[in-house]
């Protein structure tokens, strides 16, 4: 999660863009000393979640920044668009090679934020990587790319008073392939796309049910979180070998699946 001080122009990144790297240098004079533990840095700790280092880059690119302030390493000053041009390089061609998982969600809707969360921290246990996409922070040519090059999708209910939500409902729906595993789970907010049909409209068009749709009738407890969160890491069969079957042809007797 990145924080950005419009006052200062400092943005607070946590992991991301840090090292494990300490000398007597607050800042990033000399990027030579620092290169080797920033990619260090970033292959151990920060790869796996490459399409989300992509988003937040894309998301932080109006922003005029100053300095960054990471959680680990030197303030990074000096060669702000070199160390940025880096981990946008190095999280595409990580992106290309990782089968993850789309998230679909309205930020600012019921309980959608919380309950994302969770259900991405289970599939992040099943070896698979997570890119969470807000509806509000998002447009359709975006949406059609990640419906179409994701293992699998789960969709929060967004709701049904916003109209211009419903055109990425529709595009995800038609950029989805027979076999591509989804999963949807309500978000408590009142005015909820109904979940069950969308549900049978997933079905008619040949997706599986990652996980059977989950209905928010209340305020999350912790044990809503734990039901998300074990959705998310499915039934031993898994996310990962339902991607397998999807890209090959589809049936489960297929020897080369």
């Known amino acids: 999660m990145f924080t ?15 090292m494990h790297y300490c000398d007597d240098t607050l800042y990033d004079e000399q990027p030579f000393r620092l290169e080797a533990d920033f990619q260090l840095y970033y292959d151990c700790l ?3 979640n490459a399409r989300s280092v992509l988003s937040a880059l894309r998301r932080i690119e109006p922003l005029a920044i100053a300095q960054v302030a990471t959680g680990h390493g030197p303030l990074l000053r000096h060669h702000l ?6 981990y946008r390089t190095w999280s595409e061609s990580q992106a290309q090679t990782t089968p993850f998982v789309a998230l679909f969600y309205t930020g600012d809707y019921g309980h959608s934020d919380r309950l994302v969360q969770a259900i991405g921290q289970g599939i992040l246990k099943t070896g698979l990587a997570v890119e969470l996409v807000d509806f509000l922070e998002t447009d359709i040519p975006t949406v059609r790319e990640l419906a179409t090059s994701a293992a699998g999708l789960v969709v929060g209910m967004p709701p049904q008073d916003r109209p211009a939500l419903t055109p990425l409902l529709s595009t995800l729906l038609a950029a989805a392939h027979p076999g591509q595993t989804i999963g949807l789970f309500e ?17 008619e068009l040949g997706l599986t049910l990652a996980f059977e ?21 499915g039934s031993p069969l898994g996310w990962r ?12 007797s297929c020897g080369a699946c």
Do not use: M
């Open 46 to 48: 920060v790869a796996p």
């Open 213 to 233: 749709p989950i209905p928010i009738k209340a305020a999350p407890t912790t044990a809503t979180d734990k039901l998300c969160e074990e959705a998310g890491t």
């Open 241 to 252: 070998s339902r991607f397998l079957l999807s890209r090959c042809c589809g049936k489960s």
């Open 81 to 86: 668009a070199d160390w940025r041009d880096r």
């Open 187 to 203: 978000t408590g907010g009142g005015q909820d796309e109904p979940i069950f049909p969308l549900r049978n409209r997933c079905q």
């Open 4 to 18: 950005y001080d419009s006052g200062t122009q400092v943005l607070y990144t946590c992991d991301v863009l840090g």
